[in-house]
């Protein structure tokens, strides 16, 4: 809500020399900044464990904006201008006494402050006890903490309490980079911002839906993470379960933090938990061997990793809602790296017309598809029947073609954004509808710890793929025994 918002003039980040920093946020600092969008007088202060000078600190977020900005947007001046407003604290945050540092560098916090963790989770708690100790989380304070939010449910109870200790929900910003996706946003707009879909969005004009995230990537540097997370915790736990709320959830009365986010906790609270002996039923998982993709051979993931590891590097998981709406439709959950293509994507399916007047007359039918594609491209497509021109005297001969959206056309003229610009900016400016609310993140750690508790009881083990395929070839059994296909044109 615009009207509400307040800006902050005190950005602290921690974890500043990290690759998330370096990568999204400096980025998407520098960009909110370029379009004039920062308080005039707003400082960010940097914070991380490496020795660093406030200059050396301006020098590294430069190399980053370098490497990680598109060229026509490295302009000079405007850089120059963005780095005046860094400066950098060293800082241990396991050392308590190291947080009385951070007063000197900030200055004046008396108008309020917004604070971003972007470090490991198991980081968090000792971070919010040297700020509550230094004095920095009463007054206008908001923090803001990067996914995941720990490993488990149990963590990430004792992390939402450690938080809740010192800040009320209302100052707590929960970031998922997907909500802050222009496309993400996308749903709300489509589903709610026209009428025609709303009579048919339920379990009588829906067959199924299908939610792909697809990765080419491997590893990267982040095998020490990731090998202890696996692909359902890094990307279903948050992501794929937040796409599956927008998707799913009722209308809300109004685009606030209440309204969304209770209708969202209200499909998480409807999502079925998958019993131990439904798991290997209903999950699918698998670890890429080598193979090629975009062209180049590539190690596969213990080749990659240097050592044995049974981590899922691909899920695949039939989920059901247990609510009026969506009784009996599967919501099919898919996500991997290294895979055929980079790919994110909801397919909805509608049912089949009930009867054909076409039959024998004029080929199949194939039942109408919903594509809203969220990256690399972004668009809105519609599959439908339509007749093939033509003066055939043996009927009316149909075909499947798209009713096309581009948003990237549509669009030219507007910068596409990085996610993290839309949730700094919400963060700094105090909105946290796009933000992810402690039921929410608790409903979906419940919900796949009970299906890693199906994989440790029925001592599932991911299957090998190839890197550059869809996955392991049960993926594809998954959705053909209830006689779907997953989209994968
Ligand atoms: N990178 C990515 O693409 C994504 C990352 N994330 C999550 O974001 C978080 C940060 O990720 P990422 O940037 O990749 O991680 P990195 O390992 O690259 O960076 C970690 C940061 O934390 C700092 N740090 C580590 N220990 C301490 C400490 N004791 N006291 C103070 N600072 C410390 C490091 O400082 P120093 O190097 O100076 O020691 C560094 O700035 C992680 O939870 C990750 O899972 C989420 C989505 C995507
Ligand atoms: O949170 C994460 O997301 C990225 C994928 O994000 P995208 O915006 O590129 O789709 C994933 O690579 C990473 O493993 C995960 O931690």
């Not at 020490?224 to 692909?231: I, K």
């Not at 009996?328 to 980079?342: D, E, S």
């Amino acid at each position: 809500m615009p009207g509400t918002r307040q800006p902050l003039d005190k950005l602290l980040l921690f974890g500043a020399t990290g690759d998330l920093a370096q990568r999204m946020l400096l980025p998407s600092l520098y960009g909110l900044d370029e379009d004039g969008l920062l308080p005039a007088d707003m400082t960010i202060t940097g914070a991380a464990r490496s020795e660093m000078s406030d200059d050396a600190f301006r020098k590294f977020a430069k190399e980053a904006l370098d490497k990680f900005l598109p060229a026509d947007r490295k302009e000079k001046d405007k850089i120059a201008s963005f780095l005046k407003r860094l400066n950098y604290q060293t800082l241990d945050v396991t050392k308590m006494d190291h947080f009385t540092r951070i007063s000197d560098e900030l200055g004046d916090t008396s108008k309020g402050m917004a604070i971003f963790l972007s470090t490991a989770p198991s980081l968090f708690e000792p971070t919010i006890k040297g700020l509550d100790k230094a004095g920095f989380t009463h007054g206008n304070v908001r923090i803001g903490l990067e996914k995941p939010l720990g490993y488990d449910l149990a963590s990430s109870r004792e992390i939402n309490d450690a938080v809740a200790s010192v800040f009320p929900e209302d100052r707590i910003y929960r970031f998922d980079h997907y909500l802050g996706k222009e496309t993400v946003q996308n749903i709300l707009a489509l589903r709610f911002g026209n009428s025609f879909f709303e009579p048919v969005w339920n379990a009588q004009g829906i067959d199924n839906v299908q939610i792909t995230i697809a990765e080419t990537v491997g590893l990267e540097e982040r095998a020490g993470y990731y090998d202890g997370a696996g692909a359902l915790r890094d990307m279903v736990t948050n992501h794929m379960l937040q796409l599956l709320a927008l998707i799913a959830m009722e209308p809300p009365a109004r685009y606030d933090k209440d309204a969304i986010r209770d209708e969202k906790a209200k499909v998480f609270r409807c999502l079925r938990q998958i019993a131990p002996e439904d798991v290997p039923h209903n999950t699918v998982t698998g670890q890429y061997g080598p193979g090629a993709v975009d062209g180049q051979i590539v190690k596969g993931y213990l080749d990659e990793l240097g050592k044995p590891s049974v981590t899922e590097t691909f899920v695949a998981i039939k989920a059901n809602i247990d609510n009026w709406r969506w009784q009996g439709v599967p919501f099919y959950l898919r996500t991997g790296k290294r895979m055929a293509v980079r790919r994110s994507e909801i397919a909805i399916q509608f049912k089949p017309v009930p009867h054909s007047m076409f039959a024998g007359r004029g080929g199949l039918l194939q039942p109408n598809v919903l594509t809203i594609r969220l990256q690399p491209e972004e668009y809105i497509q519609m599959l439908i029947m339509a007749k093939e021109p033509g003066l055939d005297r043996d009927g009316v001969h149909l075909r499947e073609v798209p009713l096309n959206l581009s948003l990237d056309a549509e669009f030219a003229g507007t910068r596409r954004r990085i996610a993290y610009e839309r949730l700094l900016l919400d963060l700094i400016e105090g909105d946290q509808t796009l933000f992810v609310r402690r039921d929410e993140v608790e409903a979906q750690w419940a919900w796949t710890d009970a299906i890693r508790a199906g994989w440790a009881a029925n001592d599932m083990k991911p299957k090998s793929y190839a890197s550059g395929s869809w996955g392991p070839s049960t993926s594809i059994a998954l959705t053909e025994r209830d006689g779907v296909t997953w989209q994968d044109d």
